[in-house]
């Protein structure tokens, strides 16, 4: 199973036997035209693996207030539940 929605860009979650990876595409491409997927780790559930991406996507090259921090993380949250 992959979870793929464009809220999520440019990450996914794949389950591999009982994880939840989290892949993020590089963009990039192999030798053999493969896409290259960075790792960013293995989670034990679809709701551990969502709370990762928040934070990858929040994360940014930017500098936050504690109190921004937890604003845009709130944001983020809201921006991949909504339909």
Do not use: C, W
Not at 20 to 44: A, C, M, P, Q
Not at 63 to 71: A, G, Q
């Amino acid at each position: 199973m992959k979870i793929i929605d464009k809220k999520l860009h440019p990450f996914s979650i794949k389950l591999v036997s009982n994880d939840y990876d989290i892949l993020e595409d590089t963009g990039r491409v192999d030798k053999n035209e493969n896409k290259i997927f960075r790792n960013h780790g293995h989670y034990s559930s679809t709701e551990n693996a969502l709370k990762k991406i928040q934070k990858l996507l929040v994360e940014v090259d930017a500098t936050y207030t504690l109190k921004e921090y937890m604003d845009e993380l709130k944001r983020v949250k809201i921006q991949i539940e909504d339909n």
